[in-house]
């Protein structure tokens, strides 16, 4: 059974840093483009950055443009997301997901049929 594992979330003040890891594991996996998400307290899960695992395409929300990075390692099956510059309102769980079947609508949740258990992030003003 594949399964999404993440990790690199914690505490850390305004304007740090924290890169994300987003492993795959299982016999066989395949995804047509993998996304990074997050969930605020009280609020909706929403998009970050996405990358196809083909080309390497990204695509990123306007509030981490510039500030976060989206990258793949296809040997390690694995994807990160560094972001610097963080700010109190990048607080959130964190979830990568994998989009397995073609989609051009990279930033919905709906698209993404396999999802990790969630990572932590918190920025202290």
């Known amino acids: 059974q594949v399964q999404l594992v993440e990790s690199g979330g914690g505490l850390v003040q305004a304007g740090g840093s924290l890169r994300l890891s987003c492993a795959a594991s299982g016999r066989t996996f395949s995804s047509y483009r993998m996304g990074w998400f997050r969930q605020a307290p009280g609020k909706e899960r929403e998009f970050v950055a996405a990358i196809r695992w083909s080309s390497g395409s990204t695509y990123y929300a306007d509030s981490v443009k510039g500030r976060f990075t989206i990258s793949r390692d296809n040997a390690k099956i694995t994807v990160y997301l560094q972001m610097n510059s963080l700010k109190p309102e990048d607080t959130a769980v964190y979830y990568c997901?994998?989009?397995?079947?073609?989609?051009?609508?990279?930033?919905?949740?709906?698209?993404?049929?396999?999802w990790g258990q969630g990572t932590q992030v918190t920025v202290s003003s």
């Open positions: 997901a994998a989009n397995r079947v073609y989609s051009n609508n990279y930033s919905s949740p709906a698209i993404y049929d396999l």
